[in-house]
C-alpha cells in the first residue's frame, strides 16, 4: 500500500481565497482523521470519520472549515475564506481504530 | 480521557540508551499507552503501543508498571537519527478525543 496520501503537498494562497485540502487514506481503514499542526499549539485533531461519518468536528475552528468524506477512499478538508492565521502544516491519518494511526505527508499551507 | 505528562525536552549522546517516561495517573482499565515518533517536516510514525507489562519491537521497548499510571519508551543506542519528538498517548475507547499534548523533543548529539 502507498500510505495515506494528501495533496497538495504545499499551497501558498492569498486571504480570502478557497483552499481544499485532499486526502486518500490507506485501503480497509475505518478511521480518517485530520489534524492541524503550528508551533504554537502543537498537533490539534480537528475532526475524524468513521466509516465515511463525521464522528467528533469539535476540532475545527470555525464554520470557515468543512471536512467531507464522500467515501472511503477520499477525504477533503475546506476553508473558505482563507486567513493568515490558518496557515500551518495539515495532516491527514487513517487507521483501523483510533490509536494506531498512520499519517500522510502533510500539506504546509500558507496564506498571504 | 486519561491525561498525560513527560518532558519537555531531553538530551542525549549517540549509542546510549534513552528512556522517556509518560505519567498518566488517571488511566482507565480499558486505555492502552501508545507512542509516535515525529521527524522535522514528517507527520508522526507509530512506534508502539502496549497495556501492561512489557512489549518490545525492532524499534523500541515500552515497559509499564503493574499500577500502569506510568509508562517508559526505551531506545536502545540511539544515533543521530532519534533525534524527533516523541508523543504518549493514552486511551483506548473507539470514541476518545485523541490528544497528542506537546511530547518530547528528543536531541541526539554525537
Known amino acids: 500500500d502507498a500510505g495515506v496520501i494528501q495533496s497538495p503537498r504545499h499551497e501558498v494562497t492569498e486571504m480570502g481565497q478557497e483552499v481544499t485540502l485532499r486526502c486518500k487514506p490507506i485501503s480497509g481503514h475505518d478511521y480518517l482523521f485530520w489534524y492541524r499542526q503550528t508551533m504554537m499549539r502543537g498537533l490539534e485533531l480537528l475532526i475524524y470519520f468513521n466509516n465515511n461519518v463525521p464522528i467528533d468536528d469539535s476540532g475545527m475552528p470555525e464554520d470557515r472549515f468543512s471536512a467531507k468524506m464522500p467515501n472511503a477512499s477520499f477525504s477533503t478538508l475546506k476553508i473558505q475564506p482563507s486567513e493568515p492565521r490558518d496557515s500551518a502544516v495539515y495532516f491527514c491519518a487513517s487507521s483501523f481504530w483510533g490509536y494506531e494511526q498512520y499519517f500522510g505527508p502533510g500539506t504546509r499551507l500558507t496564506v498571504t | 480521557l486519561a491525561k498525560t505528562t513527560q518532558p519537555i525536552s531531553m538530551d542525549s549522546y549517540e549509542g546510549q540508551e534513552v528512556n522517556i517516561t509518560c505519567s498518566h495517573n488517571n488511566i482507565a482499565t480499558n486505555d492502552y499507552i501508545t507512542w509516535y515518533q515525529q521527524f522535522p517536516s514528517q507527520g508522526p510514525r507509530f512506534i508502539i503501543q502496549?497495556?501492561?507489562t512489557k512489549v518490545t519491537n525492532e524499534v523500541a521497548s515500552l515497559f509499564i508498571p503493574a499500577d500502569r499510571k506510568s509508562s517508559t519508551l526505551s531506545l536502545p543506542r540511539v544515533s543521530l537519527s532519534d533525534t524527533a519528538v516523541y508523543y504518549c498517548?493514552?486511551?483506548?475507547?473507539?470514541?476518545?478525543?485523541?490528544?497528542f499534548g506537546k511530547g518530547t523533543r528528543l536531541h541526539i548529539l554525537p
Open positions: 502496549g497495556y501492561k
Open positions: 498517548l493514552v486511551g483506548g475507547n473507539r470514541d476518545d478525543k485523541i490528544i
